[in-house]
């Protein structure tokens, strides 16, 4: 099992890496693996350079861990390498092949895979077929997967049965991917490659937490504005230019004051139906008639389920999103944020956490706050060290959501 908050179960079929950027700094797997060395646990015999790794810390992979995911019959939340990096660059592809062979085998478990190394899983899980027979991204590796599930295969992993590739769909539908920010900087650089990667679900591990981060760029909000600011009248609301007359004049007339209605309830609207973003770019069927047709443009919410799509011409589609929402627009469905604990934890500030959560919840994000750090809980005289009970934190930031993943093959 694990202390880990958001997960309940670790599974380290590779261990040791490399400190890249400032999050690494204080990495409690770099000490737990130099006193693990000590212990003589085998899995921590292999030293890295001392410059950056450490004692018991160098990249080794362990195929005799493979198969303990198949040995657990009751379904749990498993992190990937707690003591790793799946997709560090000494990890051979024909061992990440194995290890997503057995995540596809193992459909009852959820399988949480963070890393700070999101252009090389972008780049392995796109891998196109060589063949040349137009299969999409991902084939290549896909039909690797079913080579780890064949015997006679030098990549077999005993346990396996063949026919995985007929079995599951791609992305693999139990399998979240996620990726380490812990400033600005750090965002700007990997976010861009995570969105590249194919994954049920996308995450962001913002912890340790050492700096404000804007989202917004990648979260657009639900609505045009929180509710409870949204104004009440449509003189005190100003469309932005991109938006025809006409959508104006139908969203007006229907949230009119007329029908007992304000563009507050408009706003409110979008968050209880889980509209797609206002002004995000959707591609989707128009929702009507028999044979509905695909479109693409930047969603204007109408009500309820019903909204339009503002081509790039300046032309409408009308659009019907379905209670069951495709958020296939939303390009990171979870944030978790915590600070940093332990010996010379640096401070976060509880701002920078509120302003994630609350840009997560604008754009219909999961939030996951984890802990607020060691400086925190010192300064404020919290009952654990970590700062890591909610009920010692400020109301508005004791949130701890986890994602609907969407179905395999929507992204």
């Known amino acids: 099992m694990s202390n880990i908050e958001w997960t309940e179960q670790t599974w380290n079929p590779t261990t040791g890496c490399d400190r890249i950027s400032p999050g690494c700094d204080n990495c409690y797997a770099l000490t737990m693996a130099k006193r693990l060395k000590a212990m003589g646990q085998a899995k921590y015999q292999s030293d890295g350079d001392p410059r950056t790794s450490g004692p018991g810390f ?25 003591m790793s990096d799946l997709f560090h660059a000494r990890v051979p592809r024909d061992f990440l092949v194995q290890v997503f062979a057995v995540m596809a085998a193992t459909p009852q478990h959820t ?35 079913e080579w780890a599930a064949t015997s006679h295969s030098p990549t077999y992993v005993p346990g ?16 979240w991917i996620g990726t380490s920010v812990e400033d600005q900087k750090r965002a700007d650089l990997r976010i861009p490659a995570l969105i590249n990667i194919p ?8 912890e340790p937490l050492l700096g404000p981060v804007d989202l917004t760029p990648w ?58 973003a206002f002004g995000a770019r959707v591609t ?27 081509r790039d011409d300046g032309t409408v589609a009308y659009t019907s999103f379905g209670h069951a929402r495709k958020r296939t627009e939303l390009p990171i469905d ?23 959560a609350a ?50 093959g929507h992204r």
Request: aromatic content about 10%; proline content about 10%.
């Open 334 to 356: 979870w944030v978790i944020v915590g600070g940093e604990s332990g010996p010379g934890a640096r401070p976060a500030n509880p701002d920078w956490v509120a302003g994630l």
């Open 58 to 82: 160098g990249i080794a992979t362990h195929a005799d861990a493979l198969t303990e995911p198949l040995r657990w019959k009751k379904p749990r939340k498993i992190f990937v390498n707690s």
């Open 160 to 175: 396996l049965k063949h026919g995985i590739y007929h079995r599951t769909g791609w992305p693999l539908p139990n399998v």
């Open 219 to 276: 979260l657009t909000p639900i609505s045009p504005l929180p509710p409870e600011q949204a104004p009440t009248s449509w003189a005190d609301w100003t469309w932005p230019e991109w938006i025809p007359a006409s959508v104006r004049e139908a969203v007006e007339g229907f949230w009119g004051a007329d029908q007992y209605r304000t563009p507050r309830d408009w706003m409110r609207n979008m968050h209880e139906q889980q509209a797609p």
């Open 359 to 408: 840009t997560a919840e604008a754009a219909g994000a999961a939030t996951f706050v984890k802990q607020l750090g060691s400086a925190w809980a010192t300064a404020n005289g919290a009952s654990d060290r970590k700062g890591g009970a909610p009920d010692d934190w400020p109301a508005d930031l004791r949130v701890r959501q986890y994602p609907t993943p969407v179905k395999a």
């Open 199 to 206: 994954a049920a679900v996308r995450f962001l591990s913002c």
């Open 284 to 310: 989707t069927d128009d929702g009507f008639g028999p044979d509905p047709k695909q479109v693409t443009g930047r969603y204007v919410h109408a009500w309820n389920n019903i909204g339009r799509l503002i």
């Open 111 to 145: 399988y949480q895979i963070l890393t700070k190394r999101p252009e090389r899983a972008a780049r392995i899980l796109t891998d196109l077929c060589t063949c040349g027979a137009g299969h999409p991204p991902g084939e290549h590796f896909r039909s690797s997967m």
